[in-house]
């Protein structure tokens, strides 16, 4: 079974008839956990919809998706609220960590809403798992260089542990060489058995991709495997993580 499924997404904006925008046309895609996927197309193509509706925040107008067998958009808005939290990390497009707060701080947000013990230290083990140590852990964003906001935010969208990470153009306002560190510890969580679905624009952004989808005028136009990648996956018999499924929504 896959990670994350959708089956027949359409998204109409507007609503149907003559003045409405059809965004996505019958889209199947199916995600294994592990995969390191990156989206791409020209500006209006869909792909920003597309992994919206991957990542539970915009209802399609028909289809389906699935994530780890749930039925995502047959649960109630609470209940997908639930299942964000526990199945799904966001890197958003310009990183937007919240600039009064300190990256401890940030980190801790996904964290807000639960009632355990524990959150700072939980926030702080995943600063450092991408290189943030306690000292930089009390700075506020401004204070930290572009590489160490960019780690900050990954550490926001993995502080949950969740089997699923999404990206929309996480490099797209860094330099180079921070871009290509914050590629790298995407592809870190992928090897780790993660499924990292990714938005770019950027070509160099997918050297390291298992898989590139092509996306124009709100259809696949191209769906195509980086195979020495993935033979150097095999050849180094990675495991993908065991996925904790929530039992609440399987059995709603």
């Known amino acids: 079974m896959a990670l994350l499924e959708i089956k027949g997404i359409n998204k109409v904006y507007g609503g ?35 992994l919206s509706i991957l990542g539970a925040m915009s209802t399609p107008s028909a289809g389906s998706l699935l994530i780890d067998g749930i039925d995502v958009y047959g649960l109630s808005q609470e209940r997908q609220a639930d299942l964000r939290r526990e199945y799904l990390g966001f890197v958003f497009q310009g990183l937007e960590l919240v600039p009064y707060l300190t990256a401890l701080e940030n ?51 993995i502080v949950n542990d969740p089997p699923i990470i999404m990206a929309d153009e996480p490099v797209g306002s860094l330099d180079s060489a921070t871009g290509r560190q914050i590629l790298d510890l995407l592809r870190e969580l992928a090897d780790e058995g993660r499924a990292v679905v990714m938005v770019t624009h950027n070509p160099e952004s997918t050297e390291d991709v298992d898989r590139i989808i092509r996306i124009r005028d709100g259809r696949v136009e191209q769906d195509s495997r980086q195979d020495a990648r993935q033979d150097a ?17 399987h059995t709603r």
């Open 233 to 249: 996956r095999q050849d180094a018999r990675l495991l993908p993580v065991e996925v904790q499924p929530m039992a609440s929504l």
């Open 107 to 157: 980190v801790m947000l996904p964290l807000a809403i639960l009632k355990e013990k524990g959150k700072p230290e939980r926030a702080l083990e995943s600063l450092e798992r991408v290189g943030i140590d306690e000292r930089k852990a009390r700075r506020v964003p401004a204070e930290l260089s572009g590489g160490e906001q960019g780690r900050v935010a990954i550490a926001r969208a």
């Open 16 to 50: 149907q008839g003559p003045g409405g925008v059809t965004a996505l046309h019958a889209v199947d895609l199916r995600i294994e956990a592990g995969e390191y996927v990156a989206v791409m197309g020209p500006s209006g193509s869909g792909k920003t919809t597309l």
